[in-house]
């Protein structure tokens, strides 16, 4: 097959790719109108989340036989109207689960015990042992929302923790011995700690807005390595300064671009946005939850198998 790779990945991508014999051609510059002028000469491509692969885009790759995004979610993608084209659409939840849930742990230790702002102060010259005294996980209930490859991999690193691990899942029989499911009730009635793990679709967006978060039963933490959109950040930051969410952990934001890529190409950002990142009790990073150097090898050995296994 003639692939055309529209992302930079790992080498051995296209390494093991061409030991299969298949021809693969490189684009990490052309625009999308350049690429759809070319694409039905392909017989696959392959691309993290640098433009959307929308009806306009499918109908010009005539000769398309499959679509693999190094990465977790498909939202880029219409994917229903691939699938009516015959394509198919691969994507790599399992190469990058295990950096996705470190990093959530990473993130929440970062917050109970303040890491953040102590090292931040010691830099300026203050020693101040009290303000930073932390709280421990023993005894919490973990409450994640989503329970998929992601939220699997993290419910599997608080395993040494004596914590009660609890998820709500619009799946059936999803409990493991990692984690209970139960209703979204008996969630916002115990959870000390939130974790989303949903993918990005339409009943993900904004799901976590005043109501919802109003619905729990005693003030929580959030914590977030899904997608922006699922939290409607005006309601975050209103309950940040209620006391309602303790604090938050965010990997992702509503406002990035679907590519991902730099989020401060302008300042026309809300106040909502301007108050986490001054907030102390907030901790952000710059969706790179899923993004380690281990997880670069993952995803690339993830596609090629999955090419491999369907063609």
Known sequence: MRILHLDTNHSSLIDQLNDLGHQNDEDYLSSKVQVEQKISAYDGIVIRSRFKIDKQFIDAAAHLKFIAR?????????????ETKGIKLIAAPEGNRNAVGEHTLGMLLSLFNKMN???REIRQGKWLREDNRGIELEGLTIGLIGYGNMG???AKKLYGFDVEVICYDIKNSVSDDHCKQVSLNELQEKTDVLSLHTPFNK????MVDSKFINNFAKPFWILNTARGTAIKTEDLVQALKSGKIIG?????????????????EDDSFPPAFKYLIKAQNVLLS?????????????????IVTKIKRNF
Do not use: M, R
């Not at 190094?70 to 691939?82: F, K, M, Q, R, T």
């Not at 934001?253 to 890529?261: C, I, M, N, P």
């Not at 150097?293 to 993952?298: A, D, G, M």
């Open 203 to 206: 009943l993900s967006h904004y």
């Open 117 to 119: 702002k102590a090292d």
């Open 70 to 82: 190094v990465g977790a979610g498909l939202e880029s993608i219409d994917c229903d109207y691939a």
């Open 286 to 302: 710059p969706h790179v939850a899923g993004w380690t150097v281990t997880s670069k090898i993952k995803l690339a050995q993830t």
């Open 248 to 264: 938050a952990g965010l990997d992702v934001l509503e406002y990035e671009k679907t590519s991902f890529e730099n989020l401060f």
């Open 152 to 154: 699997k991999s993290f």
